[in-house]
C-alpha cells in the first residue's frame, strides 16, 4: 500500500476550525448552558436523576456525597470528580440557589467563600422542591437517551414541575456564549407563568406587574426598572445591586453602619477585608472599626466611625469603592431545541409552558393507557363473577393453566389478559363484598378514563391541570420576596470632605516642574521664610498657591490642553523639600509646559470666565463651570491654529479692563466684556492686531477705573512704569499704542529688542525677573521709574551679555496665619 493511500493532505486550519466546532458545540450543549425547559446542565440534571434512581430522597435518611459523585461519574457523566462534586455544592448552597436542589448535611462553604468539605465527609439527599423537578419522571412524560457507554438509560430533560430555570437562575460560560440569569421568586414566577397561559398575548408591562424583576437569595436592593425591563425583553440588561445597610447611634455621639444583607455573590470576607483596607489606607477620614459580626442569627457586618464623622458620606464612598453595591448584568441564554438562544422572558415561559403541555399530555396517556387496561381487567373479572359456575366449570374441565385460558377466551368471549386476571383471582374475591367493590372500582376507573380522556381533547382543560399543580407548588414551597425593587437608580455623589480632611496648604510649582504640597505648620516651623523652600540648583519658585486640601488646581499648559488636579492628590512634603516632578502627578508631555495655574473652591460657581491669551494676540473667554470633569488625563482647554500658544490664563467675572502686551512695544486697552462667552473648545477672537513678527507678550486685568500703573520690561532688564491712564479705552481688535520705546543706533547702549513680561502695579510689590541662564532677579515695582507710554526706561535687572529676562512674575505673598 502507497503512501499516498494511507494519508491524505490536510490543511491546519480546516483542521482545528472542524475539530474546535465540535468541541464548542459539545461545550454549549452538554456542559455551560441550561436548557430552557427545567434550567439545568446537563452535570445538575444528571446529578438529581441518580439521587432519584438510587433512592437518595427527602424521606430517607442522608447519603455520602462521594456515593452519588461515583454514581454519576459512573452512569452518566464520564469527567472529573471535582467538577460533578462542584455542581453538587452550588446546588446546596442557599445564598446561590433561590431554592436549593439539594439538602446537604455537614460542611458544604459559606459566603465567605470557604470551600466545602471533601465529598468523604458531607452527606446529602434531594430536597422536597427537587422532588418537584423529577416528579412523574417514571411515567413516559420525557424522553430518555442511552448513557455515554450505553449500558443505561438517562432523561434528556425533566419534567420540571415548576419553571426552574427562572426560579433558581443560573450561570455559565462556554465557547462563544455566557449566560447570566438571576434567581427570582417561586411565587411571582409561577404567577406570571398562569397570566401567560390565559393571555398568550399579554403584554410585558402587564407580566412585569406581576414578576416585578429577579429576587436573590441574599437579599438587597435592587434598582434599576430600565435595565429590568431591557432584560425581560431583549435578554440583555443592567440593574445596580445594593447592600441593605442601616445608620446606628452609639453611645458619646458615635455612629456606626451596619450591613444586614449584601449583593448576590458577593464573597462576604473580601468586602470586609476591602472596606477595612479603606479604614487602614485612611482613604476616607471617619473609620474607627470594620468588624464581621455574623453569626446563627445572619448576616451583620459593622462599621463603627469616629465620633462626628459624615456616616452617610461614609457609607456613600463605600458603596462607591466597594463591593457594597455592584452592578449585575443579565445574559439570559439557554439551549432551546437543542442550539443557545438569547431570550426574554416571555419566550422562556412560553417554552417552559409548551414544555408542562408535553409533559402533561404524556403523563395523562401513560395513566390513560393504565386505567383503560385495568377498566378492561375489571370488566372481565365482574363479566366472570356474573357467570361464576360456568367459569369454574370451564376451569376444571381444562388440563391445565394454558388450557384453562384458551377455553376461556373461546367459551366466553374474555380476552387474554382477561383470563389471565381470572385464573390469578384470588377465592376470597368472591365474597360479596368484594363483588360490590369491584363493581364500585370499575365505575370510578370508568370516570377516571373519561377524565383523563377529556384532557387530552381539550388544550383548555389541559392547561387547567397545568396550573393547578403549579398553585399546589406555589402554596407548598412558594416565600416571601427577599430582595426589595426600587425604579430609579440612585446617583451616588461622594463628597470630597469624606475622603480628605479639610486642612489649609501651600503649593508650590517651580520653573523646572517641581510640584509639592506643604503644611501650613511646616511652613511655620522652617521660620515662614518663601526662600527656606527647597529647590533645586538653579531653579526658582514659580507658582506659590494658598488653597485647602478640598479645593482643585486647574493647570493650563501652552499646547491648549488643561489638567483638573485635586489638591488632596499633590504629595505632601516638607517645605524645606524640593517636591516631586508634575509629570508623576499629571502626565504633561515633554515638549509641553504650564503657563498657568488657578486655584479652585468651587468650579460651578456662577458669573466665572476663564480668560486665555495666546501668542498670536487671540483672546477666548469661556464659563469656568465648563471645566468641570473627572479626568485626570490632558482635555482640550482652547482650539490653537498652527504655531500658536497660550501665554497667559485668567479667571475673572468680566466686569474688568484687559490690557494686552506685545513683545514689539505695541498695547491695548479694553473692557473684558467685549470677549463674548465661547464653548470649552473654541478657538477665540482677535485680542489685538499685531505686525507681521510680533508676538503677544503679557495680558494683564486691570480696574475698570483709571489707577493704577502698567510695568513692563524688556529682555535686556529695562524696566518703567506707565500710567493707566496713558493707555485708552480702545474696541478690541485694534493696534493699540506704543507702551515702550526701544533705543537704536550704534552709539547708543541698547535697551532691549523686546518686551518679555508686564505687570498691573496698585501697590508696591516684589517683581521677580527669570533669566534664561537659570538665574532669578529681584526688584521693588515702587523703584522702576515712572514715565510716560514712550520712556525707555531704566535698568532694573542686570543682565550679562550672553543671558536675557525670560518672564517677569510677583514675589509671592504668604499670609502668616494658620
Same mark, same amino acid.
Given at each position: 500500500?502507497? &503512501?499516498?493511500?494511507?494519508?491524505? #493532505?490536510? %490543511?491546519?486550519?480546516?483542521?482545528?476550525?472542524d475539530r474546535f466546532g465540535r468541541y464548542s458545540k459539545y461545550i454549549i450543549q452538554d456542559r455551560a448552558i441550561p436548557d430552557v425547559r427545567d434550567g439545568l446542565k446537563p452535570v445538575q440534571r444528571r446529578i438529581l436523576y441518580a439521587m432519584y434512581d438510587a433512592g437518595n430522597t427527602p424521606d430517607k435518611p442522608y447519603r455520602k456525597s462521594a456515593k452519588t459523585v461515583g454514581d454519576v461519574m459512573g452512569n452518566y457523566h464520564p469527567h472529573g470528580d471535582s467538577s460533578i462534586y462542584e455542581g453538587m455544592v452550588r446546588m446546596a448552597q442557599p445564598w446561590k440557589m433561590g431554592h436549593t436542589l439539594i439538602d446537604g448535611h455537614g460542611n458544604w462553604g459559606s459566603l465567605d467563600d470557604d470551600p466545602a468539605a471533601a465529598m468523604r465527609y458531607t452527606e446529602a439527599r434531594l430536597s422536597p422542591i427537587a422532588m418537584e423537578l423529577l416528579r412523574d419522571i417514571e411515567k413516559r412524560t420525557v424522553l430518555f437517551k442511552d448513557?455515554?457507554?450505553?449500558?443505561?438509560?438517562?432523561?434528556?430533560?425533566?419534567? /420540571? @414541575?415548576? *419553571?426552574?430555570?427562572?426560579?433558581?437562575?443560573?450561570?455559565?460560560?462556554?465557547?462563544?456564549?455566557?449566560?447570566?440569569?438571576? #434567581?427570582?421568586?417561586?411565587?411571582?414566577?409561577?404567577?406570571?407563568?398562569?397570566?401567560?397561559?390565559n393571555d398568550g398575548t399579554l403584554p410585558l408591562e402587564a407580566l412585569m406587574g406581576i414578576l416585578k424583576g429577579p429576587d436573590f437569595p441574599t437579599g438587597g436592593i435592587i434598582m434599576g426598572e430600565e435595565g429590568i425591563r431591557d432584560a425581560y425583553s431583549t435578554g440583555k440588561g443592567r440593574i445596580h445591586l445594593r447592600s441593605k445597610t442601616a445608620v446606628e447611634e452609639l453611645r458619646g455621639g458615635k455612629k456606626m453602619i451596619v450591613v444586614t444583607e449584601i449583593p448576590y455573590q458577593v464573597v462576604k470576607s473580601r468586602l470586609v477585608t476591602a472596606m477595612e483596607n479603606i479604614r487602614l489606607e485612611k482613604k476616607v477620614d471617619g473609620i474607627a472599626e470594620v468588624r464581621d459580626e455574623s453569626g446563627r442569627d445572619g448576616l451583620r457586618i459593622v462599621v463603627e466611625l469616629k465620633k462626628d464623622a459624615d456616616a452617610d458620606g461614609i457609607l456613600a464612598y463605600l458603596l462607591k469603592k466597594t463591593d457594597l453595591?455592584?452592578?449585575?448584568?443579565?445574559?439570559?441564554?439557554?439551549?432551546?431545541?437543542? /442550539?443557545?438562544?438569547?431570550?426574554?422572558?416571555?419566550?422562556?415561559?412560553?417554552? +417552559?409552558?409548551?414544555?408542562?403541555?408535553?409533559?402533561?399530555?404524556?403523563?395523562?396517556?401513560?395513566? &390513560?393507557?393504565? =386505567?383503560?387496561?385495568?377498566?378492561?381487567?375489571?370488566?372481565?373479572?365482574?363479566? =366472570?363473577?356474573?357467570? &361464576?359456575?360456568?367459569?369454574?366449570?370451564?376451569?376444571?374441565?381444562?388440563?391445565?393453566?394454558?388450557?384453562?385460558?384458551?377455553?376461556?377466551?373461546?367459551?366466553?368471549?374474555? $380476552?387474554?389478559?382477561?383470563?389471565?386476571?381470572?385464573?390469578?383471582?384470588?377465592?376470597?374475591?368472591?365474597?360479596?363484598?368484594e363483588i360490590t367493590s369491584l363493581e364500585k372500582e370499575l365505575r370510578e376507573i370508568a370516570k377516571r378514563v373519561q377524565y383523563l380522556r377529556s384532557i387530552l381533547d381539550s388544550e383548555k382543560k389541559l392547561l387547567k391541570v397545568i396550573q393547578d399543580e403549579l398553585l399546589e407548588i406555589r402554596e407548598k414551597y412558594g416565600i416571601d420576596r427577599r430582595s426589595e425593587i426600587r425604579g430609579q437608580v440612585e446617583e451616588l455623589k461622594v463628597g470630597l470632605e469624606v475622603m480628605v480632611s479639610a486642612e489649609d496648604v501651600l503649593v508650590t510649582i517651580s520653573r523646572e516642574g517641581y510640584v509639592k504640597r506643604t503644611s501650613r505648620l511646616s511652613f511655620a516651623r522652617s521660620g515662614g521664610e518663601l526662600d527656606a523652600s527647597g529647590l533645586k540648583e538653579g531653579d526658582a519658585l514659580r507658582h506659590v498657591l494658598e488653597c485647602n486640601t478640598i479645593d482643585s488646581l486647574l493647570v493650563f499648559t501652552r499646547k491648549g490642553s488643561y489638567y483638573l488636579l485635586p489638591v488632596y492628590q499633590i504629595p505632601d512634603f516638607k517645605w524645606k523639600d524640593a517636591g516631586t516632578a508634575i509629570v508623576n502627578v499629571i502626565p504633561i508631555p515633554?515638549?509641553?509646559?504650564?503657563?498657568?495655574?488657578?486655584?479652585?473652591?468651587?468650579?460651578? !460657581? *456662577?458669573?466665572?470666565?476663564? %480668560?486665555?491669551?495666546?501668542?498670536?494676540? !487671540?483672546?477666548?473667554?469661556?464659563e469656568l463651570k465648563d471645566y468641570a470633569t473627572n479626568r485626570s488625563t490632558a482635555i482640550a482647554a482652547v482650539k490653537l491654529a498652527e504655531g500658536d500658544e497660550v501665554i497667559q490664563v485668567l479667571q475673572t467675572a468680566g466686569e474688568r479692563h484687559l490690557v494686552l502686551v506685545s513683545r514689539a512695544g505695541a498695547a491695548i486697552r479694553f473692557p473684558a466684556a467685549e470677549v463674548s462667552l465661547m464653548g470649552r473648545v473654541?478657538?477665540?477672537?482677535?485680542?489685538? !492686531?499685531?505686525?507681521?513678527?510680533?508676538?503677544?507678550?503679557?495680558?494683564?486685568?486691570?480696574?475698570?477705573?483709571?489707577?493704577?500703573?502698567?510695568?513692563?520690561?524688556?529682555?535686556?532688564? +529695562?524696566?518703567?512704569? $506707565? &500710567?493707566?491712564?496713558?493707555? *485708552?479705552?480702545?474696541?478690541?481688535?485694534?493696534?493699540?499704542?506704543?507702551?515702550?520705546?526701544?533705543?537704536?543706533?550704534?552709539?547708543?547702549?541698547?535697551?532691549?529688542? =523686546?518686551?518679555?513680561? /508686564?505687570?498691573?502695579?496698585?501697590? #508696591? @510689590?516684589?517683581?521677580?525677573?527669570?533669566?534664561?541662564?537659570?538665574?532669578?532677579? @529681584?526688584?521693588? $515695582?515702587?523703584?522702576? #521709574?515712572?514715565?510716560?507710554?514712550?520712556?525707555?526706561?531704566? /535698568?532694573?535687572? !542686570?543682565?550679562?551679555?550672553?543671558?536675557?529676562?525670560?518672564?517677569?512674575?510677583p514675589r509671592p505673598e504668604i499670609s502668616q496665619e494658620g
Open positions: 500500500m502507497s &503512501l499516498n493511500e494511507q494519508f491524505l #493532505p490536510a %490543511f491546519l486550519e480546516e483542521v482545528v476550525g448513557n455515554f457507554d450505553n449500558s443505561t438509560k438517562e432523561p434528556v430533560v425533566l419534567p /420540571a @414541575r415548576y *419553571p426552574n430555570l427562572l426560579v433558581n437562575g443560573v450561570s455559565g460560560i462556554s465557547s462563544g456564549f455566557a449566560t447570566e440569569i438571576p #434567581p427570582h421568586n417561586l411565587r411571582e414566577v409561577i404567577d406570571a407563568c398562569i397570566a401567560l397561559m453595591q455592584v452592578t449585575y448584568n443579565f445574559n439570559m441564554v439557554a439551549i432551546v431545541n437543542k /442550539a443557545p438562544r438569547q431570550l426574554g422572558v416571555k419566550e422562556m415561559l412560553a417554552a +417552559y409552558i409548551d414544555h408542562q403541555k408535553e409533559v402533561v399530555t404524556f403523563r395523562t396517556r401513560y395513566e &390513560l393507557e393504565k =386505567a383503560e387496561d385495568r377498566a378492561h381487567v375489571l370488566e372481565g373479572l365482574v363479566k =366472570a363473577l356474573n357467570i &361464576l359456575d360456568d367459569v369454574i366449570a370451564a376451569i376444571k374441565a381444562s388440563k391445565n393453566r394454558s388450557d384453562a385460558q384458551d377455553n376461556l377466551v373461546a367459551k366466553f368471549g374474555f $380476552s387474554e389478559r382477561q383470563a389471565d386476571a381470572i385464573l390469578t383471582l384470588q377465592l376470597y374475591r368472591l365474597t360479596n363484598l515633554k515638549e509641553d509646559g504650564i503657563v498657568a495655574v488657578l486655584p479652585v473652591k468651587d468650579i460651578q !460657581q *456662577p458669573g466665572q470666565s476663564l %480668560f486665555f491669551f495666546t501668542k498670536r494676540g !487671540q483672546v477666548k473667554r469661556t473654541a478657538g477665540g477672537v482677535r485680542g489685538i !492686531q499685531l505686525k507681521e513678527g510680533d508676538e503677544l507678550a503679557a495680558a494683564l486685568e486691570a480696574g475698570p477705573d483709571d489707577e493704577g500703573e502698567v510695568l513692563v520690561i524688556s529682555d535686556l532688564g +529695562y524696566a518703567k512704569r $506707565s &500710567l493707566l491712564a496713558d493707555y *485708552p479705552v480702545q474696541g478690541r481688535g485694534g493696534k493699540g499704542v506704543i507702551t515702550f520705546e526701544f533705543k537704536e543706533g550704534k552709539r547708543v547702549k541698547p535697551n532691549g529688542s =523686546a518686551l518679555v513680561g /508686564a505687570f498691573y502695579c496698585k501697590e #508696591p @510689590r516684589e517683581l521677580s525677573a527669570l533669566l534664561s541662564g537659570g538665574g532669578e532677579q @529681584r526688584f521693588q $515695582s515702587e523703584k522702576t #521709574p515712572l514715565d510716560d507710554r514712550k520712556s525707555v526706561g531704566r /535698568a532694573m535687572v !542686570q543682565v550679562d551679555k550672553n543671558d536675557a529676562v525670560l518672564q517677569l512674575f
